[in-house]
């Protein structure tokens, strides 16, 4: 695994019905999916046009509720989860290997948020995190009950640093997060009445409008937006079928 420790190296969707799950967001995204080789879980893979960002599998916990989670990979998974108990985190699913594919856990920072941490097994690095490509998460997003901790959490584990802030009025900060002098997402205060402490991972699509209408017309459910953003992008937060909240950025066609 080439990718710099505390790179976000994958994205996975755990839900209820994977054969609706991928026939939504087929249907609002450029994603191809395919069974991955050797699963014995139907593990399905998924693929934006120029490389495989992620994977989606029926949860193996039916009291988990549908959920987008993010890897963050790692020089050494039992160290990270050793580290990450000290400093107030977690542990959801024990250090396992996965055949072929590397070494994880399942884990949860102080404030319940949880994640994963991995060393993949591949000698390529992950594009899974590309910005501007289409098909590719392009911002990681934490909504958390304590942003000053979880800045102080992550950056302690994986070596992220705070950046700019933006002013929000009573949301407070909407902060960015760097690594390796790259913004890969930002942190802000759980809203009043707001969902639970998450990370939301937000997918790049060719044209906002019409995911928002295929989002409608797939029985989705759309939460937020269009809604412009700093930079000339729009997004759009939804709810799938299934029940797990999603997020997509791109251009406003």
């Not at 693929?47 to 790692?74: C, F, H, N, Q, T």
């Not at 699913?93 to 991995?118: E, H, K, N, S, W």
């Not at 979880?150 to 992220?160: D, N, P, R, S, T």
Request: hydrophobic letters at 40%; a neutral charge.
């Amino acid at each position: 695994m080439p990718n710099p420790h505390g790179s976000f190296i994958w994205y996975e969707l755990l839900t209820d019905n994977a054969d609706a799950a991928e026939r939504f967001y087929g249907g609002i995204t450029t994603w191809k999916f395919r069974k991955a080789p050797g699963s014995e879980r139907d593990y399905r893979l998924i693929a934006a046009p120029d490389s495989e960002v992620g994977g989606l599998m029926r949860s193996p916990d039916k009291s988990m509720k549908p959920i987008w989670l993010g890897y963050v990979g790692v020089d050494d998974v039992d160290a990270a989860c050793a580290k990450l108990k000290k400093l107030g985190g977690s542990i959801h699913m024990p250090a396992t290997d996965i055949p072929g594919a590397g070494r994880l856990a399942m884990v949860a920072d102080p404030q319940g948020v949880v994640f994963y941490v991995m060393r993949g097994a591949s000698p390529e690095s992950s594009a899974a995190f590309k910005p501007n490509a289409f098909g590719h998460c392009g911002w990681n997003e934490l909504v958390t009950s304590d942003p000053t901790a979880a800045l102080a959490f992550y950056g302690e584990m994986f070596g992220w640093t705070k950046g700019d802030a933006m002013k929000m009025g009573e949301m407070g900060d909407y902060t960015f997060l760097s690594h390796h002098g790259i913004n890969i997402g930002a942190t802000m205060k759980v809203p009043a009445g707001g969902p639970a402490p998450m990370w939301q991972y937000y997918f790049r699509v060719d044209g906002i409008d019409t995911a928002a209408k295929r989002i409608r017309q797939q029985d989705g459910q759309l939460m937020h937006g269009p809604a412009a953003v700093p930079g000339g992008d729009f997004i759009v937060i939804g709810r799938d079928p299934q029940g797990a909240t999603f997020a997509l950025v791109g251009p406003k066609a």
